[in-house]
């Protein structure tokens, strides 16, 4: 995620009390912060993202990304 310009450590400071975040990590590039959130099903990411962690003061934008098992199979 992109973070307004002076707010990263604040924004970080409350990723972590999110429920379902396992992870919340400062990166240099064209992102500020990473966050890893762990779910039992996509369906309960949407509200998380929603309700908890678009409306921290400091966000600028999200941009989501979906990791797969270690076993996944590549599709044809």
């Known amino acids: 995620m992109v973070t307004d310009p002076g707010r990263t450590r604040r924004v970080t400071a409350a ?23 762990v779910t039992e099903s996509l369906a309960d990411i949407r509200p998380i ?20 098992p270690h076993d996944a199979e590549p599709q044809a």
Do not use: F
Request: proline fraction near 2%.
């Open 49 to 68: 993202l929603s309700d908890q962690i678009r409306v921290i003061e400091g966000i600028e934008s999200t941009t989501s990304l979906v990791t797969l």
């Open 15 to 37: 990723l972590s009390d999110v429920e379902h975040v396992e992870a919340v990590n400062e990166v240099m590039g064209p992102y500020d912060i990473v966050v890893e959130i």
